[in-house]
């Protein structure tokens, strides 16, 4: 269950936007965890090994990753 103060992050290795993207995902990150926020990059994969490379190479202690295989979490927020 997620309460309180979260941002959820959408993303998957094979989308090059989101890549292109994610260093100002994750200066936002570090930000929102400074304040308080539970920070989640939620890869939408069909491979975890893929999500674990990316987050080794671009993690941050401010974000958690999750892996969403079943699409759980996409469908419950309806991303498309």
Not at 4 to 11: A, M, N, Q, T
Not at 66 to 78: A, G, P, Y
Request: overall charge positive.
């Amino acid at each position: 269950v997620l309460r309180g103060r979260v941002v959820l992050h959408f993303w998957a290795t094979w989308c090059q936007s989101c890549k292109a993207h994610f260093p100002m995902f994750k200066a936002l990150a570090e930000r929102a965890h400074e304040r308080g926020y539970r920070v989640y990059a939620v890869a939408i994969d069909d491979e975890s090994y893929l999500v674990k490379r990316f987050a080794a190479e671009n993690g941050s202690r401010a974000i958690t990753y999750l892996f969403d295989q079943r699409e759980v979490l996409k469908k419950q927020f309806s991303v498309t």
